[in-house]
């Protein structure tokens, strides 16, 4: 089976977390190998039909994004429907936003990099702590996703961007969770427990083909089985119409 991946973000030829994000992909496909068919959609393009083919939705940095809106729509789309749902960097960013928004229903809830008007509850907000360029240590959760994933709790990941959760706000978010945090207590993995595969870092996971990330290779074990989910359900009604027709 082909799983089809849906790589949300407004893709830069050149720019490194996208080609990182590519490989990200390419390596732990091969390593399981799984088929997988990783499709960019501009952020501007997603609709409910445009997101509809996908068995996984991976949220990629790259912010801001050209449509702010067609962004957290597919983040929502994914936590709505309980399709696999993966991001990092602004890709965490922006699930947290969508979690403020839809979920607490903070209506001015904001991400300072798209400079909101004055008021704006900024939850996300400029780092003071420069953390972009670096590689850093991260403690998990033990009973995470993410550290069932690689199977450690202590990790070191490199970082691309300057924005974070505005730590007014981190009490705040009730059911996601952060999973993972920095030296500093900052939050640097977030997962919503409730839901079938639902992580994100601000971190951006790099890999190799000779070492395949444990995020990509659970995060395609997730939407493996939501694709086999998929094709069980499509084939049901075609099963019950067939036995009917042999009864006749």
């Known amino acids: ?26 390596h732990a496909a091969a390593h399981s190998n799984l088929q997988i068919t990783p499709t960019w959609l501009p952020t501007g393009e997603v ?6 083919p996908f068995d996984a939705l991976w949220i990629t940095p790259g912010s801001p994004y050209r449509s702010l809106d067609g962004a957290l729509f597919a983040i ?25 928004l839809n979920v607490l229903a903070i209506p001015n809830a904001a991400h300072a990099e798209y400079d909101p008007p004055p008021g704006s509850a900024l939850i996300l ?19 995470s996703k993410a550290a069932q994933a690689y199977n450690r709790t202590n990790i070191v990941e490199r970082y691309y961007c300057n924005f974070g959760i505005n730590p007014e706000y981190r009490s705040r978010f009730g059911a ?12 640097r993995v977030v997962e919503l ?19 395949p990330h444990p995020l990509a290779t659970s995060f395609l074990t997730a939407a493996n089985q939501a694709a086999h989910r998929a094709a069980a359900n499509r084939a049901q009604p075609q099963s019950a119409a ?5 009864h006749v």
């Open 1 to 26: 089976m082909i799983m089809r991946i849906g790589l949300i973000g407004d893709f830069i030829e050149g720019y490194e977390p996208h080609r990182v994000t590519n490989d990200f992909f390419a």
């Open 47 to 52: 609709t409910a039909e445009t997101l509809q």
């Open 76 to 100: 929502r789309y994914a936590r709505e429907r309980c399709i696999p749902l993966g991001g990092a960097c602004a890709g965490f960013q922006h699930v947290v936003l969508e979690y403020a």
């Open 125 to 143: 907000h400029r780092m003071l702590c420069v953390v972009a360029g670096k590689e850093l240590p991260i403690t998990l959760a033990p009973d």
């Open 176 to 187: 996601l969770q952060v999973t993972g945090w920095d030296a500093a207590d900052e939050p």
């Open 193 to 211: 427990p409730t839901h079938p595969y639902y992580v994100a870092t601000l971190f951006v996971p790099q890999s190799t083909p000779a070492s």
């Open 242 to 246: 067939t036995s009917a027709t042999s």
